[in-house]
């Protein structure tokens, strides 16, 4: 028998937020049967396994996150756009832990072609058409503007910024400014008119 109330759609935003407050690790099925008060066996009636869970989590995060970035850039170019782009990552990786870190959960190839995955590249393509980049200037660009921002992020969920007098604001502000210089330094040349 389903319980009432119970549905893969509420079990998945029960388990995002269980990311959030315990770890993206410890969203498990048996964690949300005890949130729920009920036999994990139970919730196999909406979900297969953990694995399904996580997936939910994950594919509802990158969701989630693709929608701020698309708000935050939405009308701006250049490093208007970098910064608001960089900061929607930040804040989402700040307000929502277990997500962000879900956002990172690997996906089979078809679940992530048909995932806001594709999104988050597409956002991050169009910010970098601002800087004229060419291939494979642009795919490295890709690459380094998400390992600056998921390193940023996670290091500063960490604590790794906390035993120094300089600000993590400050840090990446400056971080942002280098990212912007380096990006128009890799200008695709314009012919001479």
């Known amino acids: 028998m389903v319980r009432a109330g119970l549905s893969p759609e509420r079990l998945t935003l029960a388990g995002a937020e269980l990311a959030d407050e ?16 009920v036999k994990q066996a ?8 953990s694995h399904e869970l996580k997936t939910r989590i994950a594919l509802l995060a990158l969701e989630e996150l693709a929608d701020r970035v698309a708000d935050a850039v939405a009308g701006r170019a250049g490093k208007d756009a970098l910064t ?4 929607a990552y930040r804040d989402y990786a700040r ?10 959960y690997r996906l089979d190839p078809q679940t992530a072609a ?8 597409q956002m991050t393509r169009a910010i970098l058409r601002g800087y004229d ?6 795919t490295h660009a890709v690459r380094m503007l998400g390992s600056v921002f998921h390193g940023y992020a996670s290091l ?4 790794a910024f906390d035993h120094t007098d300089v600000a993590a604001q400050q840090s990446w502000d400056w971080t942002l400014d ?3 210089t380096a990006l128009r330094s890799r200008a695709t040349p314009r012919p001479a008119a």
Request: net charge negative; glycine share 6%.
């Open 114 to 121: 048909a995932s806001a995955g594709v999104r988050h590249a």
């Open 22 to 37: 315990v770890g993206f690790d410890q969203a498990t099925l048996s964690a949300l049967a005890r949130r729920f008060d």
């Open 42 to 49: 139970s919730l196999y009636a909406h979900l297969k396994n």
């Open 95 to 104: 307000a929502h832990p277990g997500r962000y870190e879900a956002a990172r």
């Open 156 to 159: 500063e969920a960490a604590g």
């Open 84 to 87: 608001a782009f960089a900061n």
């Open 178 to 180: 280098c990212l912007d």
């Open 133 to 138: 980049l060419a291939e494979p200037d642009q």
